[in-house]
């Protein structure tokens, strides 16, 4: 089974500076997605940024990019600049096209990402 | 407009009562999902319904069950409440099952079984 493993339970930035959080999986499949979802106190989830694992080209969305090492089957988020706003739970994510079985999203245990003012 | 909403936010329970929660989603969406998320964070999912048909049922106790009257409601009944049922459970949608990584959530219902 696949499965997504997120090693830092918490991490903390200063505002304006740069965090990377980390996040492996295991699969042994050659085709799938990964993804990073935000989870503020709201408890709303946010997807945040995605990847396809076909591309090399390493995603990012304005302030968020990810560093994907297939190889190493590693995809860490890289927050620049940070905002207070950003203070939330983290979560990776993974997702395959199994055949005949059904697609889902597999979650990490997420970080929790502390913004010091 | 909220797309995704449920209702309770919150719910506090006797052991062994039956309770619902409910959720509704505003985006013309084909696919519904149950997730339950632990005291530890952890998300996992529970179902999923495309078009009001199940398509993922997990490893989930039978007291768990699902209804899905349209495509844009999903409603989870919970029976026989355990204290491990504590958890926050988040409704969700994706166009397709397809894109089911592109999920809209809902602000969760917080479930307390005493």
């Known amino acids: 089974a696949q499965t997504v493993t997120q090693s830092q339970p918490e991490m903390s930035v200063q505002e304006a500076e740069t965090v990377t959080l980390s996040c492996t999986y295991d699969?042994?499949?050659?085709?799938?997605?990964l993804f990073w979802y935000k989870q503020p106190p709201s408890r709303q989830m946010i997807l945040v940024i995605r990847?396809?694992?076909?591309?090399?080209q390493n995603a990012t969305e304005n302030r968020f990019s990810v560093n994907f090492q297939k190889a190493a089957k590693s995809f860490s988020l890289k927050i620049s600049d940070s905002q207070l706003g950003d203070a939330a739970m983290y979560f990776c994510a993974y997702r395959d096209f199994p055949q005949g079985g059904s697609e889902k999203l597999v979650f990490g245990k997420g970080t929790k990402l502390t913004v010091n003012p | 407009d909220t797309a995704v909403s449920q209702t309770p936010k919150y719910l506090v329970t006797q052991m062994g009562n039956d309770k619902s929660i409910k959720c509704e989603q505003n985006?013309?969406?084909?696919?519904m999902y149950w997730y339950k998320q632990d005291s530890k964070k952890f998300l996992k999912i529970m179902f999923s319904y495309n078009n009001k048909e199940l398509i993922i049922n997990e490893t989930v106790p039978n007291r768990f069950s699902p209804k899905s009257p349209d495509k844009a409601h999903l409603n989870l009944h919970i029976n026989s409440l355990e204290l491990g049922d504590s958890a926050v459970y988040f409704c969700?949608?994706?166009?397709?099952?397809?894109?089911?990584?592109?999920?809209?959530f809902g602000s969760g219902t917080q479930l307390s079984v005493l």
């Open positions: 969700a949608s994706s166009q397709s099952w397809r894109e089911n990584e592109k999920l809209f």
């Open positions: 990847q396809e694992a076909y591309k090399q």
């Open positions: 985006l013309g969406h084909d696919t």
């Open positions: 699969t042994s499949e050659s085709d799938y997605y």
